[in-house]
């Protein structure tokens, strides 16, 4: 399925944390969604700001829709509501 | 009947999956509405975005004027409140 | 009474359905009024969208202003609270 | 008393309207306000619209602001505010 | 003490209206304000409609601040907030 | 410690009225603040506004953001907050 | 972790006031956040203002939203939330 996003929109997905125990182990069963931080999935053709495919993102928890397609959750916001972008290559 | 829409409007009507089991059989009478999707059935002359009859798009479920004409049921909504467009053949 | 509407406003008069049983006999004290369809008995000057005296037009039950004029109810709205003209020409 | 009117805003006064019975007596001590309907006494002088002195006009009930001038009191509404110029003499 | 008011500012002070018998005869101690009408004492420079310095005007009861200055009590409003100018020359 | 105010922003000190009898005497221990009035003490970059260091102003109470720096509380309002500037000297 | 922070925006972190005593001893354990001061972390590339990073700014305790990344917590306003910016050097 392919998203054909609308004006300035962004699909994003929230990033999953597993937590790990101090010395590395993945407790499994406890994964914890992280809200602020997101990937992004799709990009509308009028987005004009510094968002890419792939692109790791902070949006506030109360930003955008939630929407099920298929199996998958994603959450629509405009490009407005991502704060920045986490350049984790640069840094 | 032929819907004239007026401005930047636009006339969905929401997708109703079947329930299936997962051999495929159809469940009849557990009908669900899908109400985040939705198949585009009328649309204005002013609306400037990728939006063609037939199309299936994602909606917040809390968008537009829900109409009743005769026996089918209608949702109005702006091209603003369409926050995507599923192409199933290019996916 | 002639009716001068000011700027973008339409004056509608909703719909009554005469509720038939299925034989077509009209079952009277039981008009049901459907406030969601409607014509347009008169149209502000500033009216630039394709709406026209005798039009039927499709509109939210919230929209507008009730004024009973005499004996009669109108529902005066802007044109932007019309969601779509029903063109039963060409239908 | 003069009022100049500042502005877009039309000063009027509600009509009332006196109840007679079917045969045409008037009934003294039963007049009622028709809050609807009003008549043009000031007109501000960036008022563009169709509003004359002495118009008849229907307003909604909710616009504008009462004001008590020595014993008479009026309603101060924008042009916008007036709905539509009630012509009697073409009717 | 001189106020020099900004933007389109406009001070009043309500004018005091004594409570007369029918026969003329001031009832002291029966001063009454009446908050509709006001007089205006100070005008910002961007003021550019028809007020002038001891005008006497017409506001809705809601309108402004009131600000106590000295032993004075003065409502600042902006000029859309006049409704109109009480021309008793011309009147 | 200096203040670079940005944008249209005005930081003022309220005014504090010293309590006097009639015959001059300051009570002290009953300093009473007047949130009315407040100085000038730093003004932003794009206040085109009549408004200068040390000016003597009127506020709304209701208006700002109340800000401690140090020993020293500060309010930061817009220059649309003032309502007008007090000219003692001219009086 | 290097951020990249879109349109108007600016992330900034609260200074942390160390509790001392008058002699200057430092108590641990006490220390106190004053959430109206705080450093520029990041500034976005729209940022017109006179803000860069390092500067101590003022900012409202109600603008803005809360972000965790990693251990540190940020706050993410618009240029327009921040009131001042303080300079230690020139005052």
Same mark, same amino acid.
């Given at each position: 399925?392919?998203?054909?996003?609308?004006?300035?929109?962004?699909?994003?997905?929230?990033?999953?944390?597993?937590?790990?125990?101090?010395?590395? *182990?993945? @407790?499994?069963?406890?994964?914890?969604?992280?809200?602020? =931080?997101?990937?992004?999935? $799709? /990009?509308?053709? #009028? +987005?004009?700001?510094?968002?890419?495919?792939?692109?790791?993102?902070?949006?506030?928890?109360?930003?955008?829709?939630? *929407?099920? @397609?298929?199996?998958?959750?994603?959450?629509?916001?405009? =490009?407005?509501?991502?704060? $920045? /972008?986490?350049? #984790? +290559?640069?840094?």
């Amino acid at each position: 399925m392919n998203l054909i996003l609308l004006g300035d929109r962004v699909a994003i997905k929230p990033l999953v944390n597993e937590e790990k125990t101090k010395s590395g *182990i993945v @407790l499994s069963g406890q994964k914890k969604e992280n809200s602020q =931080q997101a990937v992004v999935v $799709a /990009v509308g053709q #009028e +987005v004009t700001m510094q968002i890419k495919l792939g692109d790791k993102v902070v949006c506030s928890n109360y930003a955008g829709t939630k *929407i099920k @397609l298929g199996e998958e959750e994603y959450i629509f916001v405009t =490009q407005n509501d991502i704060l $920045a /972008v986490i350049d #984790e +290559v640069r840094s």
